[in-house]
């Protein structure tokens, strides 16, 4: 069955540190794998995607994710984070047709929160 | 450019009532999806739309139901309301029901049922 865990619910970390978010998905065909970042009461805004080719990705707000095929995980990374990067992160994988999508199956979601 | 947009932004209905929600999508998109997100849960796929034809559904009973207008905007429809529909339910367009474009959110609409 496609699915797609986030084994972390909650993760806390000091401004300026970095950050790992970790996703692992379960897809038969080639996925098509995303980054999307929810602020609390507010809608999904897409940080980063995965299609084909290189297989480490660049998104908005200084974030990327590393596809990993051997290991089923598309883990999401920043640097250094910032206080307003405090919010809930989604991992999610495209399914329903082959060779493309027709939705999208989510994670639980991952919490940030971010100390001073 | 428009995004998406979702109305009404917050909605209580008693139970076993009815209720319809409305997306318009971004400008140039052909597909509309949507989903229901309970609290604390990812958002779970209800159904797509693409050029005003049903192009997938989840695991949701008929008593969801949709349609999409000739300007790509659409509903969602819930009939006999019950407390579990409390959830955020979340409408995303896209370009192609079955390519691989990227799925711009709306803000959601936030439905208490009581």
């Known amino acids: 069955a496609q699915s797609v865990t986030q084994p972390d619910i909650h993760i806390t970390v000091s401004e300026g540190a970095s950050l790992e978010l970790r996703c692992n998905y379960s897809?038969?065909?080639?996925?098509?794998l995303f980054w999307y970042v929810q602020s609390p009461g507010q809608g999904l805004q897409l940080l980063l995607k995965?299609?084909?080719?290189?297989?480490l990705v660049q998104g908005i707000k200084g974030f990327e994710a590393e596809f990993k095929r051997s290991q089923s995980s598309f883990n999401l990374r920043k640097p250094s984070v910032h206080w307003s990067d405090a919010a809930e992160y989604f991992c999610?994988?495209?399914?329903?047709?082959?060779?493309?999508?027709?939705?999208?199956?989510f994670g639980a979601g991952t919490r940030l929160a971010v100390h001073p | 450019e428009t995004g998406v947009t979702q109305s009404p932004t917050h909605l209580i209905k008693t139970r076993g009532q009815q209720v319809t929600l409305r997306c318009s999508s971004q400008?140039?998109?052909?597909?509309v999806s949507w989903y229901q997100q309970a609290l604390g849960q990812g958002p779970q796929f209800i159904f797509q739309?693409?050029?005003?034809?049903?192009?997938g559904r989840g695991n949701f009973p008929p008593r969801f139901s949709g349609l999409q207008f000739p300007n790509y905007s659409s509903e969602l429809n819930v009939n006999a309301l019950e407390l579990d529909d409390s959830a955020l339910y979340l409408c995303a367009s896209s370009d192609n029901g079955q390519g691989v474009s990227e799925a711009f959110f709306g803000q959601g609409t936030r439905l208490t049922v009581v």
């Open positions: 400008s140039g998109h052909n597909t």
């Open positions: 739309y693409y050029r005003e034809e049903e192009n």
């Open positions: 995965y299609f084909s080719g290189d297989t």
């Open positions: 999610a994988v495209g399914a329903g047709f082959s060779g493309g999508y027709n939705k999208l199956i």
């Open positions: 897809y038969g065909a080639t996925p098509y």
